[in-house]
């Protein structure tokens, strides 16, 4: 018996607010697919901000820094799919959000990319301004962690300012069910091939640490 799939989705509010309402939404439309969807609160993480060592560009073994982002790193490994989700904050991502990926990219993930190939969905969550700005760091983050990113039509931006609004934005959830949708079905594809053709490696990650042989480094060793 195969595994149930799961989405994990990582909530960038500091409060359960609209992102967490969204959140649910998109829950329900994949637990209806059969999978199993949980959402990881940053606000209940302890997580560390970057600190003043500076050396990330040098170390070649994982942050330094004891917090509870390395769980939550092996809860996206342990995923098949990842939902990043965040508000906007000062025409920019929530700080929870831009922490941690600051904290999980580069701290964790950029040695050996373990989220290659896992498939990735963006929701930002605005009042209005710069969503799309948001949403669009947060696909480039996927894609640098070599996820598939899946299209839902019109990107899953949802408007929404005070709590409960987001469940008002009919246009913004349709695009988030597309979302989900689309995510389970690239998940489900995925699977497929894996057990046709007995591969856990359909696609290469190709070379793994893309830091090493950077001009950038190659100065710092001399
Ligand atoms: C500190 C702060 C800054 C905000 N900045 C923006 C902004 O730049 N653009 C925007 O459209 N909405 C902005 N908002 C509104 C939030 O994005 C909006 O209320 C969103 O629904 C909050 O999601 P949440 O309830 O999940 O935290 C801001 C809200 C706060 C608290």
């Given at each position: ?19 967490a ?46 917090d509870?982002v390395?769980?939550v790193?092996?809860?996206?490994i ?5 939902v990043?989700a ?8 929530a ?5 941690f ?6 701290g ?9 190939n ?6 930002s ?12 760091q ?25 709590q ?41 990650a190709?070379?793994?640490n ?11 060793r001399?």
């Open positions: 018996m195969t595994a149930q799939p799961k989405i994990l989705a990582i909530n960038g509010s500091e409060r359960d607010g609209n992102t309402d969204v959140l649910r939404h998109a829950a329900a439309v994949a637990e209806a697919r059969g999978f199993a969807f949980e959402v990881v609160d940053l606000r209940n993480i302890r997580m560390e901000r970057c600190g003043p060592c500076g050396d990330c560009n040098d170390r070649t073994i994982s942050c330094a820094v004891a509870g390395p769980e790193v092996a809860k996206m342990a995923a098949d799919g990842i990043f965040a508000p906007v904050h000062g025409f920019g991502t700080s929870l959000m831009q922490t990926i600051e904290r999980a990219g580069v964790y993930l950029r040695f050996d990319r373990p989220l290659s896992k498939v990735a969905g963006v929701i969550v605005a009042r209005r301004y710069h969503a799309g700005e948001v949403w669009s947060l696909t480039v983050n996927a894609l640098l962690n070599r996820m598939i990113v899946v299209g839902s039509g019109f990107p899953a931006t949802v408007h929404a300012l005070h409960g609004d987001a469940l008002k934005d009919d246009e913004g959830l349709k695009n988030v069910e597309r979302l989900v949708d689309r995510m389970a079905d690239m998940i489900e594809l995925l699977r497929e091939h894996r057990r046709l053709t007995g591969r856990d490696d359909l696609l290469s190709r070379e793994t893309e830091r090493v042989g950077l001009a950038l480094n190659e100065q710092v001399k």
